[in-house]
């Protein structure tokens, strides 16, 4: 049984019947809709550039024998009696558990309840957001990461005036660093945002029912007639509070503990995507939220489960964000407390090594994708990064 039917657990049933799986698979989901994919939701959904962000037909899960069940959350588990509780009192018993329930946005606490005020995170979300913003002139974004800067991409394209508010010195200030921060907020400045960085939003002001402004922490106000709240999400674990199954401090990102291949403290319960707080190479357990690492992380669960050979290529993290015409990719572990060398700096485009100890962990570029992608080899193999900044 698969609990969460977003991309990690659509990807861990896939790799399941790949592998050679041919039992029972059950997949519960808790939206009435067939597994999605999020990245666009931000960007072609919510522009209205596209409708059906769906992962597989309905016919798939039929093909692959998936017994896929939507409108079904999981409020708990009985680990000793195996079996998953769920929101109509009714139980299912399994013999392995894999736990894939993701995300939840963080919603600032205080605010009036009012409309036209978003978080983003399913496609209701993104839905409602996209009907709002046909009619919207004005909108305020309050935070700056990957999600915040994509809606101010998309808003304004869509010829809406934004502001964007973010508490740190610059966008992606805790990602990505300072320094490469820096290049982000020049390009939504120069495509029309009003970026105001060290500010955050005090409250919101209403008209009636409906915002209509805000007041920020600096003492300004702005006008808005919508509003999304995009300072980041915390894992779904609160159905497992009462089920023994190890859970890592919030402090530290929260998650679901487990090992390098996704074994919890539980027997037979395994977790996997954006919940997962997996062991890494470094020796720390952390969360990874990006889409290529479902898969990855699907396809170790898979194996380990099913005692399979596990794949031997090294596992070099990857993500990306679309922002107006410049795709953002990152590969390897960038941090912002990494020692950042920028080597190529054209106008939106820029490339930047990060390192620790004098070695290559990550690469981030804009608009520079082959340059990018090069050097997935030499971060597995973590060159000292003098080498690529020595003219060869």
Known sequence: MIVGAGLAGLRTAEELRR????????????EGRLPYDRPPLSKQFVRGETDDTTLRPAEFFAEKQIDLRLDTAATGVDTGARQV???????????????ATG????????????????VLRGHADAAALRAELA??????????????CELAASFRARGVEVVLVEPQPTPLASVLG????????ELHRDEGVDLRC?????????????????????????????????????????????????????????????????????DRVWVVGDVAAWLHETGHRKRVEHWTNAGEQARL??????????????????????????????????????DVHLVVQDGHKFLAYYAQDGKLTGVVGAGLTAQVMKTRAKIAAGVPVAELLTPS
């Open 178 to 185: 300072e320094q490469v921060g820096a290049l982000v907020a």
């Open 19 to 30: 592998a050679g799986y041919a039992g029972e698979l059950i997949l519960l989901g808790d």
């Open 198 to 266: 060290g500010t955050g939003l005090d409250t919101l002001l209403a008209d009636g029912d409906r915002v209509r402004g805000a007041l920020l922490s600096d003492g300004t106000e702005v006008a808005a007639d919508l509003v999304v709240i995009g300072i980041g999400s915390r894992p779904v674990t609160e159905w497992l509070a009462d089920s023994g199954i190890a859970l890592a401090d919030p402090a530290q990102g929260g998650g679901v503990v487990a090992d390098e291949v996704g074994r919890t403290s539980a």
């Open 135 to 148: 009619e919207a002139t004005t909108a305020l974004v309050v935070g700056a990461g990957f999600i915040g």
């Open 85 to 99: 509780r769920l929101a109509d009192g009714s139980t299912l018993g399994y013999d392995q558990l894999i736990l």
């Open 103 to 118: 995300l939840r946005p963080r919603r600032l606490p205080g605010l009036p309840e009012l409309s036209g005020v978003h």
């Open 301 to 338: 669960v898979a194996c380990a489960l099913l005692g399979a050979a596990p794949p031997t290529a090294a596992r070099v993290p990857y993500f990306w964000s679309d922002q107006y015409d410049v795709k953002i990719q990152a590969l390897g572990t960038p941090t912002a407390t990494d």
